[in-house]
């Protein structure tokens, strides 16, 4: 096996943001348990286009003995990971994993009830005549499908897991009337979320999309994959995006 350079990522200064997996254009990096890991060593090409998007220096070229560069694995990788989206995009009823009898999958409009989660006895505060403001289901990032109708010319809402904990507000401030979609940028599939939702907002034609993240390093990753993403799909989408802070303070909207 011949000596070459290739990619090497320090998992101990990664913090999974995923900036370096956006703008691999041979698709050879993925977040794995919330590290960049390299897919395939025969997708990297060596020539370190990532190394400038780590904000933690995580990332550097060696030489050492790998099997060579194929650029036609490199097609045939991108090319799945297109027919892929595609198909999930053409049957957004079909599962991204295991089919199962859960109904966590299955698409739904939600309307909230009148009397909202009702009154909770001993609480200090009763939460009646406050109703919930989610209007989709599922919300979650790897059950959601491109093709659920209650994306189509929405202003669609993207949240960090963390947010809805940490901004108290978050149904009256960003959810009321907005699709939602969760996940977490760090420890999800990065590669598979940027495929899903190129072919949303390729197919959905959003009207707008609003990006609220947390204030630290690897949650920035989302607004990364949102942009990437709405580059790819050849649409012209306005974006906001919306850092809160971890003591529920807005930081920043732009």
């Known amino acids: 096996m011949p000596k070459r350079k290739i990619i090497e990522i320090d998992e101990d200064k990664c913090t999974g943001c995923g900036q370096c997996v956006t703008t691999c254009a041979e698709g050879a990096l993925k977040i794995v348990d919330g590290k960049a890991k390299v897919v395939n060593e025969v997708f990297c090409d060596g020539l370190g286009a990532c190394i400038g998007e780590c904000p933690e220096g995580a990332l550097k070229i060696v030489e050492r003995d790998a099997p060579g560069f194929d650029e036609g694995a490199v097609k045939a990788h991108l090319a799945r990971g297109k027919a892929g989206a595609k198909a999930r995009h053409a049957h957004p009823e079909a599962p991204m994993t295991e089919p199962c009898g859960c109904p966590s999958s299955n698409p739904m409009l939600v309307k909230a009830s009148q009397g909202g989660v009702g009154h909770v006895k001993h609480a200090s505060h009763s939460m009646e005549g406050m109703p919930p403001k989610l209007t989709n289901w599922p919300i979650q990032w790897k059950l959601v499908q491109p093709g659920m109708p209650f994306f189509k010319n929405a202003d669609i809402l993207f949240a960090a ?85 971890i003591k529920g303070e807005i930081l920043q909207e732009t």
């Open 161 to 245: 897991d963390c947010v809805p904990f940490a901004y108290r507000d978050f149904h009256g401030r960003f959810l009321t009337g907005k699709p939602v979609v969760i996940g977490c940028p760090k420890l999800d599939d990065q590669q598979a979320y940027l495929e899903k939702l190129a072919a949303m907002i390729q197919g959905a034609s959003p009207k707008s999309l609003t990006v609220v993240h947390m204030e630290v390093p690897c949650c920035h990753g989302l607004m990364r994959l949102v942009d990437e993403a709405v580059k790819r799909s050849g649409k012209k989408v306005p974006v906001r995006s919306v850092v809160v802070g």
